[in-house]
C-alpha cells in the first residue's frame, strides 16, 4: 500500500503515515457507499437522530484527544483545537434535530392534494482543506448524513488524522462503517474522483479558488450538486466613531487567530483617516503582545504555519520592498514560523491588498468616509466576511448591506456560528453551509401530485 507521511509543522517531526489511496480504493468506497445508501436512507428519522445524538457524545468524551491531535498535526492552538472539536460535537448535536424536522410542505393545488418531499441526493463527496480540518469536515459530513445521505470524505493531504478519529467514533456510536467514509489520500486521485464518478451525486468542496473553479467545470459534466467554500479578502472596517481601544485590541486576533490561515481573515484593515494615527498606535502593542508559541501551551495566541511551503508562500509577500510597519515576534529553531506581520499604508491596488495570503500578514489601508470604505472593502473578487466597527447603528446597517459579504459581523469578528447560514459571494463561493437550512443543499425536493376528482 502506498502511504504518506504526516508533518508536525510545530517541529517538523514525522508523526503519523496514512494510506495515499489509489482510484481503485476510491472507487471501492464510493461502490460501497452506493450499496449502503438504501438501507441508510430508510433509517427512521429519530432513529437517525439517535446515532447523530450518540456521534454527538462520542466526539465530545474525545474532546481532549482530539484536540491535541489537531495541535501535533496542525499547529493550532490548544485553545483553538478544543474550540474545534466541540464545534463538531455541537454541529452533530444540532443536525441530529433535523431528521425528524426535515419536512415537505403540503401546496394549495386545484384537482387534488400535492406535497413536496425532501428525498436524500446519495452519496456526498465532501473534500475538505488543510486550515480547520475538523469544523469543516463536520459542516458537510453531518448535515448530509441528517439528510439521509451516505458520506465518501477526503481531508486534505497534510491534516488527516482527525478526520479519521472522528470517523472512528462514529462508527463507534453506531453510524455503519460504508455510510461515512474517510478516504485518505491526494486531492488529484481521491477528490477529482468524486467529481467524475457517476454515484456520486454531490461534492462539497472547501478550498482555494482556483480549485473550486476546476471543480465546478468538472462537476457540470454530469450536472452534479456542487457547494464551493473558498478563499476570501475580507476587510475589517473601523470608523472614526467606533470604539478605538476595542477594535485595535480585536483586529489582532481577526487576522492572526490560525496564523492568518484562515477564509474569513480580516486581511484588509481599512482605518477612516481622521483617526489612522491614533488607531496605529493602540494597534502597535496589540501586535507586539500577541503570544506566538508553542501551541501546545495553555496562553499561546498563534502557532506556526502550515508548511515549509506555505511559509514560503506568505514570505514572499513581506520581501525587501514591503512597507513592514511593525511586527510580533515568533520562535527561532523547527517548524514553519512566521511573525505577525502589519503592512502600512497599503494602497487598494497593492498585490497584498488584493491576494489571499493565507498568513500572518495584515494590510492596513486609509479611507476617507463612508462611500469609500464600501467601495474599498467591495474591491476585490472575494466576498466571503467582514466587520463593521462603529458605534452608529445606521451606519452599521448602511454598510453591511452595502457589502458583498455573506457574513458579515459589527463590532465583533464572529463569522462562523452553527446556527447561522455559512458561504461567500462572488468567488469566494457558492451555496450556503451551516444554519437551519443546510439540509437543503443535500437533499432534492420532490413534488407529488394526487388527483381527488373522479
Ligand atoms: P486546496 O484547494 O489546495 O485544497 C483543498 C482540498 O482539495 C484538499 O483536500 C485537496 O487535496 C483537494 N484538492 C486539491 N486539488 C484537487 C483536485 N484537482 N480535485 C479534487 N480535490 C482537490 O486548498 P487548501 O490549500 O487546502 O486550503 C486553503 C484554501 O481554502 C484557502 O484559499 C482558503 O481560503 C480556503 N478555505 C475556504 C473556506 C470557506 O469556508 N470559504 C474555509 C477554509 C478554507
Known amino acids: 500500500m502506498v502511504t504518506h507521511d504526516v508533518v508536525s509543522p510545530v517541529d517538523e517531526t514525522v508523526i503519523a503515515s496514512v494510506p495515499s489511496a489509489t482510484q481503485d480504493a476510491v472507487d471501492d468506497a464510493i461502490e460501497r457507499a452506493s450499496r449502503a445508501h438504501g438501507a441508510w436512507a430508510a433509517v427512521a428519522p429519530g432513529d437517525r437522530a439517535r446515532l447523530l445524538r ?20 496542525s ?14 460535537r455541537d454541529v452533530l448535536a444540532y443536525y441530529a434535530g433535523a431528521p425528524e424536522r426535515h419536512s415537505g410542505r403540503q401546496i394549495p393545488v386545484p384537482g387534488g392534494v400535492d406535497f413536496t418531499f425532501y428525498e436524500p441526493l446519495g452519496v456526498v463527496g465532501v473534500i475538505v482543506p488543510w486550515n480547520f480540518p475538523m469544523p469543516i469536515a463536520s459542516w458537510g459530513f453531518a448535515p448530509a448524513l441528517a439528510a439521509g445521505n451516505c458520506v465518501v470524505l477526503k481531508p486534505a493531504e497534510l491534516t488527516p488524522l482527525t478526520a479519521v478519529r472522528i470517523a472512528e467514533l462514529c462508527h463507534d456510536a453506531g453510524i455503519p462503517q460504508d455510510v461515512f467514509q474517510v478516504v485518505t489520500g491526494a486531492g488529484s486521485t481521491v477528490g477529482w474522483r468524486f467529481v ?25 459534466e454530469q450536472v452534479k450538486r456542487v457547494t464551493l467554500e473558498l478563499g476570501g479578502k475580507s ?9 478605538l481601544e476595542r477594535a485595535a485590541a480585536s483586529a489582532p486576533t481577526s487576522i492572526f487567530d490560525n496564523a492568518g490561515q484562515d477564509c474569513c481573515a480580516r ?7 481622521s483617526v489612522y494615527e491614533r488607531f496605529m498606535s493602540l494597534l502597535e502593542p496589540a501586535v507586539r503582545a500577541f503570544k506566538v508559541k508553542d501551541p501546545s501551551a495553555e496562553d499561546a495566541q498563534m502557532g506556526p504555519l502550515i508548511s515549509a511551503e506555505q511559509r514560503r508562500v506568505v514570505s514572499g509577500y513581506v520581501t525587501g520592498s514591503a512597507k513592514v510597519a511593525f511586527r510580533g515576534s515568533a520562535p527561532e529553531g523547527p517548524g ?20 489571499e495570503i493565507f498568513g500572518p500578514v495584515l494590510s492596513v489601508i486609509p479611507f476617507e468616509d463612508e462611500a469609500d470604505a464600501v467601495r474599498i472593502a467591495n474591491d476585490t473578487v472575494y466576498g466571503l466576511s467582514g466587520s463593521i466597527w462603529t458605534n452608529d447603528v445606521s451606519r452599521a446597517l448602511r454598510v453591511a448591506r452595502g457589502v458583498e459579504s455573506g457574513t458579515l459581523s459589527v463590532n465583533s469578528h464572529s463569522s462562523v456560528r452553527y446556527w447561522t447560514p455559512f458561504g461567500g459571494f462572488k468567488q469566494s463561493g457558492l451555496g450556503r453551509e451551516l444554519g437551519p437550512d443546510a439540509l437543503s443543499g443535500f437533499s432534492e425536493v420532490k413534488n407529488v401530485f394526487i388527483a381527488t376528482e373522479r
Open 75 to 88: 499547529g493550532h492552538t490548544i485553545a483553538n483545537a478544543r474550540w474545534e472539536a466541540g464545534n463538531v
Open 196 to 220: 467524475t464518478h457517476e454515484k456520486v451525486r454531490k461534492v462539497c468542496f472547501t478550498g482555494s479558488t482556483a480549485v473550486g473553479k476546476q471543480i465546478m467545470a468538472g462537476c457540470a
Open 54 to 73: 450518540r456521534a454527538a457524545e462520542a466526539v465530545d468524551s474525545a474532546r481532549e484527544e482530539l484536540a491535541a491531535l489537531e495541535v501535533r498535526n
Open 235 to 243: 476587510a475589517n472596517i473601523v470608523f472614526s466613531d467606533a470604539d
Open 336 to 355: 514553519y514560523w512566521f511573525p505577525p506581520t502589519v503592512l502600512a499604508p497599503v494602497s487598494p491596488d497593492d498585490r497584498v491588498a488584493r491576494e
Open 267 to 273: 486581511s484588509r484593515l481599512l482605518v477612516e483617516r
